[in-house]
């Protein structure tokens, strides 16, 4: 299986967009869990959204909710994270993981321990 490999990430101020990709290779498969974590200086690594890959179950932090999107793409494997209306503790590395799921669901979706492949991360700071 190949890694996963996010991009996106960039400098942008407060109310700004992003839209953050994971390449998934073979992560990308119906009945896996793919989420979004994000980790800022001096803090633990907290998940922000999870999806359920191959149906339509996601879940999201409290921080994410209105704001953030998270989605799959089945033609090119991977998932996105929109995210809008960005605020200056949003700033952090962002990283992709991916887990197996169950019953279509995504158990713990958002607790790192559940999660065994991550990928490399990718910046985004939000300035004031």
């Known amino acids: 299986q190949g890694p996963l490999v996010e991009s996106g990430g960039d400098s942008v101020q407060t109310g700004g967009s992003l839209r953050l990709s994971c390449a998934a290779s073979?992560?990308?498969?119906?009945?896996?869990?793919m989420a979004w974590f994000r980790q800022a200086p001096g803090k633990e690594r907290e998940g922000v959204a999870a999806i359920y890959i191959g149906g339509s179950t996601t879940y999201y932090a409290d921080s994410a909710k209105g704001r953030f999107a998270i989605s799959q793409d089945y033609a090119k494997n991977a998932i996105y994270l929109q995210m809008n209306s960005l605020k200056p503790e949003d700033t952090a590395v962002y990283y992709c993981?991916?887990?197996?799921?169950?019953?279509?669901?995504?158990?713990?979706?958002?607790?790192?321990?559940?999660?065994?492949?991550w990928g490399q991360g990718t910046q985004v700071t939000v300035s004031s």
């Open positions: 993981a991916t887990t197996t799921g169950y019953n279509g669901e995504c158990p713990g979706p958002l607790l790192r321990p559940r999660y065994n492949t």
């Open positions: 073979d992560h990308f498969r119906s009945g896996n869990c």
